[in-house]
Every structure is written in C-alpha cells, then in structure tokens.
C-alpha cells in the first residue's frame, strides 16, 4: 500500500528523515511536473536516488532541492543496486549545504519568475552562446572517443597495443574536457565560487565511482599525465585494469555532469535553463556510452 501527498505540506528532508529514522525499507517517488525522481531507503539507509540522468547522491541533493510536486512512499525497495553510500544524515546536511549554495548561484525561484532586466536577458544570451559553443566542442572530442571504440570492436584481434593507444586517448581526452569546462567556470562564475569546486566534485565523483579517488587536483586543474602514467605503469591483472579506469573515466564523466548542473542553474530564464540542461543531459548520455565501450 503507497502513501501519497503533496511536497507543499511535507518537504523532502522531513520525508527522508521519517523513513529513515523508522528504519524502514521504502521507494519514495516524487513528481514535479514533467520531471520525476526515486529515493530508495533500506532499513534506515539512503542506498540509490535518480532523476533524468542524475544518478546517487548528485540525485539526492536535486530531489532534496524541490519544494513543489507529489510524492508518493511504497513499503519496498524497488532496486537492489546501491549508488549512495553516505549515511542519510551526513546526506541531508550536506543537500542542504549544497542548496544554499545553489541559491546564492541562480537566485530564489521565485525571483526567476519575475520580469528580467535586460542585463539579466544579455548574461542569459552570452552564457548560452557560450556554453552551446562548448558542447560543439566536447562533441568534437567525444567523436574521437567514438571512433575510437568502434575501431576496437572491428579490430580487436589487433592485440594489446591497439587497445592501449586508444584507451590512452580516452584517458587523455577526458581530462582535457573537464579542464575546459572548469577554466569556462571561471570565465562565467562569480569569483570567489570556484575556490575548491572540482576538489569537491572529485570526492562526490568517489563516492559513485570508488577507483575515480586516484584522481587529484592540483592547482584546480586535472592532470592527464598523472592518469595516463599510472595506466602505463599499471602491473595488475586485466580484469582490475578494466574495472579501474573505467571506474576512472566515469568519474570524469561525473565531474562534467556537476559542472554542467552549475552553469544551468545560471541562468535567470527558465526556459533557456530548460534547453540547455537537455542538451547537456543528452551529450552526458552519450558519453557515458562511448566510455562504457571503451577497453581499457
């Protein structure tokens, strides 16, 4: 039997936070317009949360963050899989840490619905410019990476060396992306914002992707050389290989995924926000794809 009721009445960290303090096992689904999102909670604990392609606890600061919609709580887990590993506690702090900071980016909701100013119209026309301009750009460089794993699913009798040279291009190419998009915060963001954010995006990408910790900052850049030394010099069986640097990549794709969220939240008109958040949800998708392909 579900129980049904309006975010309007009860917020989400009052939901997560009765659940979780009965110990209960429960699927929470919630409904905000056309977007929808699940909490799942086993005895007491946040173990997977989802909404569009927002996966873990990048997910569960989103859904904490919506104040209107339905929600709805089945007295089972609908997933086995665990994509959370915080505890719930430590998890609400820090969505809701993660929501003022979203706040003092992009402004209250309720101010985005008032008229904009036409500065606020020309900083919307520039960082969409802008950012359309990167995903053109990424684009380019994930059709390398495509390319790249369609050549090892036709030539993959070609041995390890034609494995390597392209798993060290994804390895290379990776990096140089999410420098990009950190050096196009920097142009785009307020000063001040960017102080520690791909540090901290790296820790959430460990979370999700456990091997991805091997992965430092240094001076607010990501290093390919370090990467790509540590492949080179990597003397463990194949299989932990595999496991390792995808769990790598995908990290990297995770950072990309957080920045991507930040620029949107940027913007003061929501139907720009809109576009522009599909657009980067899709190229995401895709190159979660292309990377999943990749032999490392």
Request: charged fraction near 25%; hydrophobic fraction near 45%; aromatic fraction near 8%.
């Amino acid at each position: 039997m579900a129980t049904e009721g309006d975010l309007k009445e009860i917020g989400m960290s009052s939901l997560v936070q009765m659940i979780c303090l009965e110990n209960a096992q429960a699927t929470l689904l919630v409904k905000r317009d056309r977007e929808e999102g699940i909490i799942c909670i086993n005895e007491g604990d946040v173990i997977h949360a989802q909404t569009g392609s927002f996966i873990g606890e990048l997910a569960f600061y989103r859904l904490l963050s919506w104040h209107k919609g339905t929600f709805r709580i089945y007295d089972h887990v609908k997933t086995l899989k665990r994509t959370v590993k915080t505890p719930w506690r430590q998890l609400l702090m820090e969505g809701l840490r993660m929501i003022d900071e979203w706040n003092a980016i992009e402004g209250h909701a309720e101010r985005r619905r008032e008229e904009l100013t036409p500065e606020q119209v020309q900083q919307d026309q520039n960082l969409e410019k802008d950012l359309v301009l990167l995903l053109s750009q990424f684009e380019q460089i994930k059709m390398q990476m495509c390319r790249v794993s369609r050549f090892e699913k036709i030539m993959a009798g070609l041995g390890r060396r034609a494995k390597k040279r392209r798993a060290l291009l994804a390895l290379e190419l990776l990096p140089k992306m999410i420098n990009d998009v950190v050096f196009f915060s920097e142009e785009h963001l307020a000063a001040g914002v960017n102080t520690d954010k791909l540090a901290r995006a790296l820790v959430r990408a460990g979370d999700m992707f456990p091997r991805a910790r091997l992965l430092q900052a240094e001076n607010n850049r990501l290093s390919a050389a370090t990467i790509i030394t540590l492949y080179d010099n990597w003397t463990a069986d194949a299989a932990g290989r595999q496991h390792t640097f995808h769990d790598v990549s995908r990290g990297m794709v995770d950072v990309l995924e957080t920045y991507f969220s930040m620029f949107i939240a940027c913007f003061h008109a929501q139907h720009t926000a809109e576009q522009c958040r599909e657009a980067c949800n899709v190229f995401i998708t895709d190159l979660s794809a292309t990377v999943d392909e990749i032999i490392f």
